[in-house]
């Protein structure tokens, strides 16, 4: 009797779990509505984009027009939910929004964010139904994952017929690492819970902040509206920098994209992850579930990965490379940043040709930095990228270094006191950067300082995510003829951004409004053109993996245009003279016969040809013998790098390459004029 109590115990339990497994009744979803104070709020961040913001904006026709867009577009990029008579429903907002903003009237963004709450939690019920049946894998179709510009779905039927193969996919991608259909399926069922989980979590206070977020894109990339607690995580600017992996996060259609990693932070250190990857999944420890975080909230992201010094969490990645044919899953320990990880580094090369010896002295600079609340206190011993570099440029002279390389690679900019400071110690006075802001005023930022503590010849190397300050130094040296630029073409990001508090202009009680982070003024080099959308153009220019249309300014099509003003009346020093013609046709002969070059070329038509790839497969055997043959030729291509690697007797990396032809390049500057020092 006891066994036979014990069994229907244990098969009751079974049936409560799996009746869990799919039940979404206890997960209820409410239509959102604006708070009493939301309407005025939406008035205040639109006075700030029309009346503040550099770009300055009328409210209008055009105006509503692009927020209904942007809005619909932030919801659902992939056209994924809405349907056609979704937007036809819609189009009465189209040019009614203005009109909204003017009298304070938020309603039109929380009607358009319940509808799509409608049909993400319809298309996931519809995936919970799909997944109860195996599924057959026999069939010719494909998902069409590039979906930015296809039509809406006509019909909830032909959503449907989008949703089988997205899910089939989804499956198909598990069922590679050998997986069985159950397993897949639950796995794929778990991710969905959990974004239905996520769904139910969120508040009128969020529907807002997307909104209104809808509307400052609008301006501008890098103008924001901050609900409360993103202003918070602002502090730490979403870095996970006190305790946590050292990556910058971002929302990029239902993914979590990594925009930066903290120099000497876990995950830089680690050397698994890279910028532009995408979270997929995250989990707690060696042996915690991975937990789905496509389509959560930036904050909620991360929740999860933060934790305490010590700790494991894993991620599932998609690389960013687009050569990498699978997703992977990685483990990074967390660790508390501290600043000194960021320092400025140095090395010293010596380079050997035609039997002469060259020492270089090659500076790593991650990020413009500056202790700033130590500095404005009087302390000496405040640490700035400025200072740490004045003190390796007086070591290269004990050391008699012939030339210096400064590596921006990577380098996302920081302070711009720091980008005058350091730009000083290379000439001797003048201006640096020009910044005009909304009225039109221009300011000179200059180098008071007649110092130059180094007059020899300098390189300096930028690649597509050096930015902001690295783009006013690089722009600076190259203006004044004082260094060699080489590399890809740098970010664009040549604004300046000023954050308000909206508790200063609006005030309610046991409420908090945000911030508004908000775009003031653009930089200008010396010599007149904005650093802004086209960035730093290298006189010795490698190509790149990252297309511009995905990386950089030319991402956004609000991106801030390149103008240009009058130049500010710099005198060119060229303290070293060097041939650009010259430099760049060694170059082009040096790279006729250099394999790593060779493997970065066949990189890019890699590159290129997954662009040109819209569609994937979910028949089971055409999935995997693609998958099969990408795998085998990356991994002809790594067996290849090793092989050179052996030989070289050092790695073979694009990373390497550049810096190895930087050095080459510097050699032939200087060939026939002895630096000074």
Not at 30 to 37: G, L, M
Not at 339 to 352: F, G, P, R, Y
Not at 609 to 629: F, G, M, P, T
Request: aromatic share 10%; proline share 2%; with cysteine.
């Amino acid at each position: 009797m006891l066994r036979k109590i014990f069994f229907s115990v244990i098969v009751l339990f079974f049936i409560n779990q799996s009746a869990f497994a799919n039940d979404t009744t206890k997960i209820v979803l409410k239509n959102h509505a604006p708070e009493s104070y939301h309407g005025e709020l939406f008035r205040l961040v639109g006075q700030f984009i029309t009346n503040v913001h550099y770009r300055k904006f009328a409210i209008d026709d055009n105006l509503s027009s692009e927020l209904y867009s942007n809005y619909i577009k932030h919801l659902d990029p992939l056209h994924l939910y809405f349907i056609e008579s979704d937007i036809n429903e819609f189009e009465n907002f189209k040019f009614t929004l203005d009109d909204d903003l003017m009298m304070g009237n938020a309603q039109a963004g929380f009607v358009i964010y319940n509808k799509y709450q409608q049909r993400l939690e319809e298309r996931i019920n519809f995936t919970f139904d799909l997944l109860k049946t195996e599924m057959s894998f026999e069939t010719n179709d494909s998902f069409l994952y590039k979906r930015e510009e296809v039509p809406f779905a006509k019909n909830l039927s032909e959503l449907d017929k989008l949703w089988i193969n997205k899910v089939k996919y989804e499956v198909l991608a598990l069922k590679a690492d050998g997986k069985e259909y159950k397993a897949c399926a639950e796995i794929v069922r778990k991710r969905y819970y959990n974004l239905l989980k996520q769904l139910s979590k969120t508040k009128s206070t969020d529907v807002f902040s997307f909104y209104a977020n809808a509307l400052t894109e609008i301006a501008d990339p890098h103008t924001n509206y901050m609900a409360p607690r993103q202003a918070d995580d602002f502090k730490t600017t979403m870095s996970l920098s006190l305790e946590g992996i050292g990556a910058t996060l971002q929302t990029d259609n239902e993914y979590t994209k990594i925009t930066s990693l903290v120099k000497g932070g876990p995950a830089e250190r680690s050397k698994l992850i890279a910028v532009n990857d995408k979270i997929v999944a995250v989990g707690q420890g060696k042996e915690g579930e991975m937990v789905s975080v496509l389509d959560w909230r930036i904050d909620d992201v991360v929740g999860l990965i933060r934790g305490k010094k010590g700790t494991i969490v894993r991620l599932e990645i998609q690389p960013a490379d687009k050569i990498e044919s699978k997703n992977k899953t990685i483990e990074i320990t967390r660790d508390i940043i501290v600043l000194e990880d960021q320092a400025s580094k140095s090395t010293i090369k010596q380079v050997i040709r035609n039997g002469k010896k060259t020492r270089i002295g090659v500076i790593d600079i991650p990020t413009f930095y500056l202790d700033f609340d130590r500095a404005q206190a009087g302390e000496k011993d405040y640490k700035s990228t400025t200072k740490d570099v004045r003190r390796i440029i007086k070591n290269f002279k004990d050391s008699a270094v012939d030339a210096i390389v400064i590596d921006l690679r990577n380098n996302g900019g920081g302070s711009l006191q720091e980008a005058i400071e350091l730009t000083g110690l290379f000439i001797k006075t003048g201006p640096v950067v020009q910044i005009k802001d909304a009225n039109g005023i221009v300011k000179s930022e200059k180098d008071n300082d007649d110092e130059m503590l180094w007059n020899g010849p300098i390189e300096v190397i930028v690649n597509r995510f050096s930015a902001s300050a690295s783009e006013i130094f690089a722009a600076a040296l190259q203006d004044y003829g004082r260094a060699v630029i080489i590399g890809e073409q740098t970010y664009g990001k040549g604004t300046v951004q000023n954050i308000q508090n909206l508790d200063n202009y609006m005030q309610i009680p046991d409420k908090k409004m945000g911030q508004v982070k908000i775009t003031m003024a653009k930089f200008y080099r010396i010599s007149g053109g904005s650093t802004q959308h086209r960035g730093v153009l290298p006189d010795i220019e490698f190509p790149s993996l990252y297309a511009n249309k995905e990386f950089g300014e030319d991402a956004s099509i609000y991106s801030l245009p390149y103008d240009s003003i009058n130049p500010d009346g710099y005198v060119k020093l060229n303290m070293f003279s060097f041939d650009k013609n010259n430099l760049i046709k060694k170059h082009n002969e040096r790279m006729k016969s250099n394999e790593e070059y060779n493997y970065l070329l066949q990189d890019l038509e890699a590159v290129k040809k997954a662009d040109a790839d819209q569609y994937i497969s979910v028949n089971e055997i055409v999935y995997k013998r693609e998958l099969a043959e990408t795998e085998a030729k990356n991994k002809a291509r790594k067996e290849a790098r090793e092989k050179a690697k052996t030989a070289k007797g050092k790695s073979a990396t694009n990373a390497d390459l550049i810096l190895d032809e930087a050095f080459e390049i510097l050699l032939d500057s200087i060939a026939n004029k002895p630096a000074k020092k």
